[in-house]
């Protein structure tokens, strides 16, 4: 975000923008003045407002993992035994390349990181951990946890107001 802002500069129309294109980023400038009951340009120059100040990072379709072949999805908490190497920031930059990564965190606690990754089976994840993160050099430990069920899944930011 640009230096300066406050989040407190967002008015009820752009907090209402923000709402309706995190339910459907696919609405056009025309759509969006519609349920705003605004016209098309200051529609635009909202939208690209909260774009430029980053607030509006990215647009993505959202998928069903399930129906892409990808049945299991869990939790990686990777702890590093020496903090004062590069490990650490190598094992970043390695995590920001793998698609069957959705998050990584750096987290306060027993781990270092948690990680949440997605595989087509056991077997596949099994290999994951093998293959890539056990060959992560600094790595002490890694505790997998495998989702059951999942109980609520969004990518939505509660925008008050």
């Not at 407190?8 to 294109?21: G, I, Q, W, Y």
């Not at 390349?97 to 990680?115: F, R």
Request: glycine share 6%.
């Amino acid at each position: 975000m640009s230096k300066g802002f406050a989040v407190d500069e967002l008015d009820s129309v752009d907090r209402s923008l923000l709402r309706l294109l995190q339910e459907d980023g696919t609405l056009s400038s025309a759509a969006l003045g519609e349920k705003l009951s605004m016209t098309v340009t200051p529609c635009w120059r909202r939208r690209k407002r909260l774009e430029d100040l980053g607030i509006i990072k990215d647009y993505q379709a959202n998928l069903d993992r399930r129906k892409l072949g990808y049945d299991v999805m869990a939790f990686a908490q990777v702890r590093f035994g020496n903090h004062s190497a590069n490990a650490p920031d190598d094992f970043e930059a390695v995590v920001r390349g793998l698609p069957q990564v959705l998050s990584c965190h750096k987290v306060t606690g027993e781990a270092d990181y948690v990680l949440t990754v997605l595989a087509t089976d056991l077997e596949s994840y099994g290999r994951f951990v093998e293959d890539v993160l056990r060959r992560q050099p600094g790595i002490s430990s890694i505790q997998s946890s495998l989702a059951l069920r999942e109980v609520k899944a969004v990518t939505r930011i509660p925008v008050d107001g």
